[in-house]
């Protein structure tokens, strides 16, 4: 539980029966009936999950409203939880927790909410976290949501919302709102303003309300997975600087059989390099990304794959077990990395270029933090090779392949990965556009053949 958030909270409700006048305001009432009024037009909730309910007073309101739902309602203050079971103890629909949201949400069952309500203290909680934990927490709401739930996030506004992202800096709220929107699609927005006479002043309030993108993709099957040994296909032009330790470190892991580099027209040495630490080297003349791949596939007689960048100056041996273990876990024939750095970087091309693009194309895409990470473990057998591109876009058609065949894709968290190509300056502004210019073309195009 992050202590000095609840030690604060703890505080002021030691000071205050009421500290913000839930209880006895007005316009805090009319505030939250109208947010209340807006959910209801969607029909009747059964299961609530209440964010940060402070003394009880909106969760009173949203008992009274559906009065046959089971409102689970979550605050860090205990002394706040305390005093709001007092102030329901005749409802026996509701149960109260004293909990870190962050961890709390871990325990909720899949689609097990019709509605979710985050009221205001979306507004602050992003103060108290990294972009990775909320948006880990944001794709777990996503969830435990039922297909058709709602999310409703209210805010005060003017206020954060009003910030410039850029300027106000990452920890924005701004940042975090467009995050919500990898995981969820927005279907109404509401705003009123109202008068707050105690202080004398109006207040601009805005309700918004999403409904959960698909991010579950399984296969109809849901076939176990067993892996025993995998091959590790690394696609490879003159990347002498880095490429024996690549090899060595992936090679110390027991359950890896070969590894078979791919050189694609290296004038370094790379390939000889690659020979001495003991990897199988295919020659591949025809420069591409993508070519270089399936040049590794077609030359390896496993079924499992582990691809693999050739430029990592710090390779780990784990990688293979953690790859192998998500694919095992989540029965999914697509296991990618991600890494904290890569999600809040803005200068990536994922982050300028795949995610947007796959935000409007293929939103059940969108919970991927990494869609252009370069280490991910897939099963052959389910992709047709001949059908993908030789390029740069040949990661983003693996997921879009992997999508259109309802092959479940999953995602695991390994330590930042450093690229000598970028340290070193290899990778140029051109660089950087021809890839942008491949990835974002080809999403287009399968989006707009999908709508077709």
């Not at 009173?60 to 409102?71: N, R, S, T, V, Y």
């Not at 972009?131 to 058709?148: A, D, I, P, W």
């Not at 330790?245 to 370094?268: A, L, Q």
């Not at 080297?281 to 693999?308: A, D, H, I, Q, T």
Request: charged share 25%; glycine share 4%.
């Amino acid at each position: 539980m992050r202590r000095g958030l609840k030690e604060t909270y703890d505080s002021i409700y030691r000071d205050r029966a009421d500290p913000w006048d839930y209880w006895s305001s007005e316009y805090e009432s009319r505030k939250y009936r109208e947010q209340i009024s807006l959910v209801a037009q969607f029909g009747t909730p059964r299961h609530v999950l209440e964010i940060g309910c402070s003394t009880g007073a909106h969760t009173k309101l949203i008992h009274d409203a559906f009065p046959d739902a089971e409102i689970t309602a979550v605050d860090i203050s205990s002394t706040a939880i305390a005093r709001a079971a007092k102030n329901l103890n005749e409802a026996k629909s509701v149960s109260f927790h004293t909990a870190d949201i962050f961890s709390f949400v871990e325990t909720l069952a899949p689609h097990s909410m019709d509605l979710v309500i985050w009221s205001e203290t979306f507004d602050f909680l992003h103060e108290h976290c990294t972009f990775g934990e909320f948006s880990r927490l944001v794709q777990r709401l996503n969830m435990c949501l039922v297909r058709g739930g709602i999310l409703c996030v209210s805010h005060i506004v003017p206020g954060p919302l009003s910030y410039a992202p850029i300027e106000a800096g990452q920890k924005n709220v701004r940042v975090f709102h467009d995050l919500i929107r990898d995981y969820f699609h927005q279907l109404v927005s509401a705003n009123s303003t109202l008068h707050k006479s105690e202080s004398d002043k109006s207040y601009r309030h805005e309700v918004r309300l999403y409904r959960p993108r698909l991010l579950q993709i399984t296969s109809g099957k849901n076939e176990e997975i067993r892996i025993d040994l995998v091959d590790v296909v690394i696609p490879a032009r003159d990347e002498a600087q880095t490429i024996t330790e690549v090899i060595t470190s992936i090679r110390r892991s027991r359950r890896v059989d070969r590894v078979i580099v791919v050189d694609n027209g290296s004038v370094d040495g790379t390939g000889e390099l690659a020979l001495a630490v003991g990897a199988s080297v295919v020659r591949c003349p025809e420069r591409g990304y993508g070519r270089s791949v399936k040049w590794g596939v077609e030359e390896s007689s496993r079924r499992w794959l582990l691809k693999l960048d050739a430029d990592v100056e710090n390779a780990r041996t784990e990688w293979v077990d953690l790859l192998i273990d998500c694919a095992t876990r989540e029965k999914s024939r697509l296991a990618k990395t991600y890494w904290t750095a890569s999600i809040e970087d803005p200068d990536r091309v994922t982050n300028f270029t795949a995610k947007p693009a796959f935000r409007i194309f293929f939103p059940e895409l969108s919970f991927l933090h990494s869609p252009l990470s370069g280490i991910y473990l897939f099963d052959k057998f389910s992709f047709d090779f001949r059908q993908l591109p030789n390029g740069f876009s040949f990661d983003v058609a693996m997921l879009i392949s992997a999508l259109k065949d309802s092959h479940n894709i999953s995602q695991i968290e390994i330590e930042t990965v450093r690229h000598a190509t970028i340290a070193n300056g290899k990778r140029t502004f051109q660089h950087y556009y021809n890839m942008s210019d491949e990835v974002l073309s080809y999403i287009v195009e399968a989006g707009l053949a999908r709508f077709q």
